[in-house]
């Protein structure tokens, strides 16, 4: 049995990233507020040499206002 993701070319982040959109945007408003409010998420990004990392950056935290600006 093939993922419907799989099927339709995309990966499973991807998948998970619009189904999440998907129910945020169905939620009514002021439990879309309470949602919008624990998204804030945090990234590092790394470069790997030979199995090891030899830098780490630190990206700048993206909160619910940096996700709505970007719809």
Request: glycine share 6%; net charge positive.
């Amino acid at each position: 049995m093939v993922q419907y993701w799989r099927a339709a070319g995309v990966s499973y982040l991807r998948y998970c990233n619009l189904t999440a959109d998907a129910v945020r945007s169905a939620l009514k408003e002021q439990a879309r507020k309470k949602t919008a409010a624990k998204v804030p998420f945090s990234m590092t990004k790394s470069t790997w040499e030979a199995g090891k990392p030899v830098s780490r950056v630190q990206l700048e935290p993206a909160g619910a206002e940096a996700l709505q600006g970007a719809k």
